[in-house]
């Protein structure tokens, strides 16, 4: 990857259009991948008014049609790496399946292009390691794609953590009642690829494989390994961000899983995953995090302090040394036991627009207002990243260098953290 000559000073000046003399002044945007979640990126960070969308890119012409219908003037192609190539362009989001989001991310980079990516930030540790290198050594900002982490629930809930409401966290349980899995073998049958869908291109980095009708594309494509990262990559990111950030945890020191070893083409359910981590300050010495998706829930000596009529499907159950406090993803943070905590009024949170706040970070060369921005998402994304090797090498406990980016105590489970690319898709350059 080609280097770069760095300058720490703002605002950041791109090499583009936003440079003096553009008729618009606006940041050129392009997105790729323009169906489902990438609609909502491309609306959300098209509406900001020192946003000018130039290009998009996505590989079901279906998709492209229907962007065209209402995104006139904008150049649309099937090639990511062509639009890259061919337009000027400031900032770029990136809305794909999991597979794709590293070589995408990095050659976005490498061409000095700022990017806002979807969740998770990568499919590997070792992406997750290139990527904050890549962003530091290029001088781009990079914004993660987990909305809730500027939403008033989770800015909320790090306030009631750090506040030590409930005192010492002395253990977490973060669930999901998704299950993203399959324990069935890769059918044995190929179908006709429809026209329109450049399937290689779809493939990306991905191993060479045959069609399957609605197995891969347009949403199954999370349980298979090779291209989504099960329930765990997929909800990971947002379920664990307010304990993430409100505990101030860094690497876990070890992890480990009780789940079945999924196939070699798919993810499985209902999965269950413990980490141990280093304490803070907002922890006992030590803190153990658990994982569990599908039917799973926590313990009922802890959900049984919760009241009827209140719903957690989605969360994470924090264990004080003072109380209980539940982490509703999507809704408002509550403290258990309730009457123990009458009264109580949390603090008043300006509201904060996550693909706003990347656009201003990139106008103002100030990081410091993103909630995702990538030396956070990065290391988040890792130890989630991290779970999935433990299922993969269950019920063994693997030992974690994080400076070493090493599993000490299982050379096998060293390979699932760095992946290599198919042939002919290579991470392009400046």
């Known amino acids: 990857m080609a280097g770069a000559s760095l300058m720490a000073t703002a605002p ?12 618009m002044q606006k940041l050129q945007y392009a997105g790729i991948g323009v169906g489902g979640r990438g609609a909502y990126d491309i609306n959300s960070i098209s509406a900001h008014k020192k946003v000018h969308m130039v290009a998009a890119a996505d590989v079901d012409s279906d998709a492209r049609k229907k962007l065209a219908a209402k995104a006139i003037g904008v150049k649309i192609f099937s090639d990511w790496r062509e639009m890259l190539q061919a337009t000027d362009i400031d900032i770029v989001s990136v809305s794909t399946p999991d ?49 809730g982490a500027s939403s008033f629930n989770d800015r909320m809930a790090v306030e009631l953590v750090q506040g030590q409401f409930i005192g010492k966290v002395t253990e977490a349980w973060v669930f999901c009642g998704k299950s993203w899995g399959d324990k069935n073998p890769l059918p044995n049958r190929e179908d006709p690829v429809p026209e329109g869908l450049d399937w290689d291109g779809w493939l990306g980095v991905g191993k060479k494989r045959a069609y399957i009708e609605k197995y891969y594309h347009p949403k199954n494509w999370r349980k298979r390994q090779g291209f989504g990262t099960g329930t765990l990559g997929d909800m990971g990111c947002h379920i664990f961000n307010a304990m993430y950030r409100g505990l101030a945890l860094t690497s876990p020191k070890r992890v480990r899983s009780s789940t ?29 995090v658990f994982w569990l998706s599908g039917k799973q829930r926590p313990p009922k000596e802890l959900t049984g302090h919760i009241p009827e009529g209140i ?39 300006k509201p904060i627009g996550h693909h706003e706040a990347f656009i201003n970070a990139v106008l103002d060369g100030n990081r410091k207002q993103l909630l995702s921005p990538i030396d956070y998402a990065a290391p988040m994304t890792e130890f989630i990243l991290l779970g999935n090797i433990a299922m993969q090498h269950s019920p063994n406990w693997l030992e974690w260098d994080a400076k070493q980016a090493l599993i000490t105590n299982h050379t096998n489970a060293n390979r699932n953290i760095h992946r290599t690319y198919r042939t002919g898709w290579e991470i392009m350059e400046g």
């Open 99 to 147: 597979h794709m989001h590293g070589i995408m991310a990095l050659s976005a980079m490498n061409m000095g292009k700022h990017v806002y990516v979807q969740k998770p930030l990568a499919q590997t540790v070792g992406e997750c390691r290139a990527m904050q290198k890549s962003a530091k050594r290029n001088n781009v900002i990079v914004q993660m794609g987990t909305q």
């Open 12 to 23: 950041f000046i791109s090499r583009h259009s936003w440079a003096a003399g553009s008729p």
């Open 260 to 288: 079945p070893v999924p196939n070699q083409y798919n993810w499985t359910g209902n999965e269950r995953v413990e980490y141990d981590f280093p304490g803070s300050k907002y922890t006992n010495d030590d803190l153990k």
């Open 311 to 349: 719903k957690y499907r989605f969360g994470c159950l924090l264990k004080g040394d003072q109380g209980l406090l539940l982490l509703r993803h999507g809704s408002s943070p509550v403290l258990l036991p309730a009457k123990k905590f009458v009264g109580v009024r949390p603090k008043k949170l």
